[in-house]
Nanobody, 115 residues
Framework: QVQLVESGGGLVRPGGSLRLSCATT????????MGWYRQAPGKQRELVAQ???????SYADSMAGRSTISRDNAKNTVYLEMNSLKPEDTGVYYC?????????WGQGTQVTISS
C-alpha cells in the first residue's frame, strides 16, 4: 500500500524549474521529518533536502541555493521547488518520511534535465 505519493516530475530544459509534491496521510506526515532523495542512473540514492516537523529545512550542498523544501500541514504534503536545474539533477526523486523507527518511501517521480 503506497502511503507517500509523489508528483510533479518531468522533462525540463537546463536552467528550468520544477515543483515536486509528496502527499501522504496525517499519521505519517504530522510532526515527522519529511525528505526528498534522488537516485541518478548507476548511483546511490542521496539526500536532496529534508524538513522537520517544526519546519527546519536542510539541504545537500549540491542543491543549496537552488531548491526550497516546504510543508503544508493542512494538506499533509511536502514540496520541493528546484530552480536553475542542471543535467546532473536528472534522476528519480523519492519522498521519505521518518516516523519513529519506521521509514516510509514513495515510489518516486522521474526528473529529466535535458535540452
Amino acid at each position: 500500500q503506497v502511503q507517500l505519493v509523489e508528483s510533479g516530475g518531468g522533462l525540463v530544459r537546463p536552467g528550468g524549474s520544477l515543483r515536486l509534491s509528496c502527499a501522504t496521510t496525517r499519521s505519517i506526515f504530522s510532526n515527522n521529518i519529511m525528505g526528498w532523495y534522488r537516485q541518478a542512473p548507476g548511483k546511490q540514492r542521496e539526500l536532496v533536502a529534508q524538513i522537520t516537523g517544526g519546519g527546519r529545512a536542510s539541504y545537500a550542498d549540491s542543491m543549496a541555493g537552488r531548491s526550497t523544501i516546504s510543508r503544508d500541514n493542512a494538506k499533509n504534503t511536502v514540496y520541493l521547488e528546484m530552480n536553475s536545474l542542471k543535467p546532473e539533477d536528472t534522476g528519480v526523486y523519492y519522498c521519505r518520511a521518518v516516523v519513529g523507527l519506521a521509514i516510509y518511501w514513495g515510489q518516486g517521480t522521474q526528473v529529466t534535465i535535458s535540452s
